[in-house]
């Protein structure tokens, strides 16, 4: 007969443990353990130090790429520049110097004296028409400046800037790449504009005002400069690196500071570390932009760019630079911030508090009044943790992908996803027939 099947159970044990195994199995369960939170710790340090790291490189990269892959925002990043009064100045005391400098006033002199001598005029008066040289090269400067600052401070001059700049976008990336010639263009260790449409229609205008001869003037030196360092070399190569760089760097830093988030055995406390961290990044790239614009300030001459038109020019270069770091700042702050609300703290657990009894008073006083959510405000109530997840997601994710965010912005998305929390709490509280709170589901947190 054969014998009966046995019946699947736990393992055969030999024998009960004796205390002494039993502290030893403890021991090295605990001794496990805490080297797999060392590993987990050991590698969430290094995804956040990358984090730190490649923040700021972040930063700059993506400015640098919408710098040279959008036109719209590189003619948007120079645009002010045109209606500036140190650079108008400082564009108008350039052109008038330099078409002056290519009237020929000696000529005009030796003209004069030999019409004196040819008129029989005295000797002494012919002798000394040469002196004339002085207060008429003083007329015509003043007279060429006045022509030059009537069009440089015109519409017509911000709508010729700004055209030139679109038209020479393609070639802004070659200025950063340090290849080819164009409108903006890099010249030894300058940046310089070339301005010949606005010394042309200098020209032009010279000659509306009665000055026919200026149709004369022979070409000059139509740019100026807008940077120069003795490191554009290195500054161009660097530039090359980040417009590689610029679409995928954000990216990783986010994946890097996510990754470290979710290994990390405190999930909150590291997101919140994380977000101080790339916070306290962002200040040290404002104070490095604070320091980059001293050191370019103190190596341009002002016989190059005057230090007014210079700061300018370097403060609206970095403009939409100095916004990015400080929107990422804005985020950091807010992500910080959240992580503390959503913790243990005294603080936090007053705010939850005071919240969540305005937002139940709230949907309370809608069901007595009879605006009652029934069941979607009950799977509301009981799926809190899911919807407020998915609120917060989106706000992340619209932030994510909107074109240029600014603070402002940041403080929108907020805005918006603070009411949308708060709406679902009312309409989660006011499910109930009675105005009672309604059973919590397990989920709920």
Sequence with gaps: MNAMPRAPGPPHDDGALTPGERDDYRRLREREALHH??????????????????SPLAVVAAWADSQVSDTDRYVQTVAPLAKDPSVQNAVTDRLTTRVVDNVDIKAITDALSNALAKADAPPAIVDKSHLLAGPLKNALTTAV??????VVTSDQFAQLWNDANRRAHAAVVKTLTGEGTSAVQAKGDAVVLDLGTVVDKVKQQLV???????SNIPDVDKTITLFRTEKLDDAQAGMRLLEVVGTWLPVTVVVLAALAVWSAPAHRVTLMTAAIGIGVMMVLLLV??????????????PATLPPDAAATVYDTFVR????ATRTVLVAAVVTALAGYLYGPGRGARLVRSVTGRATGATGRAM????LRTGATGHWLQTHRRWTTGIVIAAAALALFLWNYPTAASVALILGVAVLVLAVLAILGAASAANGTTPTRGPDHE
Aim: glycine residues 4%; positive net charge.
């Design 37 to 54: 939170r060392r590993l987990r710790y050991a590698a969430t340090s290094v995804l956040l130090v990358l984090a730190f790291v490649l």
């Design 145 to 150: 400046h006045k022509v030059v600052d009537k």
């Design 208 to 214: 509306a005002e009665g000055y026919e001869k200026a």
């Design 288 to 301: 490095a932009l604070a320091v980059a614009r001293r050191v370019y300030l103190d190596s341009v001459p």
């Design 320 to 323: 939409f630079l100095r916004a």
């Design 367 to 370: 069901a007595h009044s009879g």
